[in-house]
């Protein structure tokens, strides 16, 4: 059972050990070769999770740690949110299995939530009491009307729960956790850490390549699974609504990566008050590489938000946790994703 340790993600003598240890050295020591094989596992889960594997593997703390260090070091969206996903769902399904209370206590402690089970049954049914700030701030995270506070039993500042909606409290919540962690980690420390494994790296991000034919599109796909900032942005040109630079720049970068054509992309702008068709021929040519050389991405949730471009709204899907990218949001919708 995983039970997360923030020093022990964060312990880069050890992410150096693992990284260097040798899978084939017959002779190595026990350390090593226990770290050979968390490092074997970390990869398998972190490619499972790129092809978008279901099935159940176990994971354990230190294979965690170091799958962690590998999605800073890859520095990928995609991969990222699929391998988190992939984790949650693991973590979970441990907790479900857990035998004893103590772990899910235990878990929660590790995420900074006190959870307690002594003596505060006011309930038959109602197992686990936790705050209700806590409570809040992960339930908002999960769809269904079982988990929101209206619907649980509330004392004194407390919600008391049953064992399956502080399962997912705790699921969200260690999403939360684990990109907390990966942002106290550079990617220039873990891309340096994990030089001694840059080949299966490079394997990673090749069979996502692959999962995702070239790289450089994500396949086209119907624009009812583009993400609200896009549509937005869409709207506003269709209307002659003037829209920023960046926003044309997310727009064009947006659908490039979604696979559309030079001149479909040039269709969207049509409609813009200052529409030259040279420039915006020039301006796609620019950003698809075509005489750059350099193929833009467009910019992280986190950047439109500050730009003003960011309409999340009520969008389930934009208020996950992982949800840090509009072609994270795409992708997702795209693979028909079944989010809970
Ligand atoms: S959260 Fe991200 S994907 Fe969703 S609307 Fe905002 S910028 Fe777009």
Redesign the pocket.
Known sequence: MIFPDKRQILNSDMIREIAGASISEASGSDLNSEYASIKKAAFAFVEGAVRGDQSYISLENRELAFIIWILVAIDENIITARTIIKARDTAEKQLIGAQHYEDLEEFGRRLGIDISVEGEQIKKDHLYRLDVTDFATYASRVTGSRYRLSNQIVRAGYVYVQNDVMVKILREAFVSFLFGVMDQIRKEDAVTLLRPVSDDLERIKEAYRKAHGSGASMGKGDASMF???INEIIKNLESGVNVSHMGRLALASFLHKAGYSEDEIVSYFRNAPDFDENITRYQIKHISGEISGTEYTPPK?ET??SNH????DD?PL?HREW?K??LT?YEVKRRNRKIR
């Open positions: 993400p609200p900032c949730c439109m938000r471009l960011c309409y999340m969008d934009c949800m990218h509009p949001y």
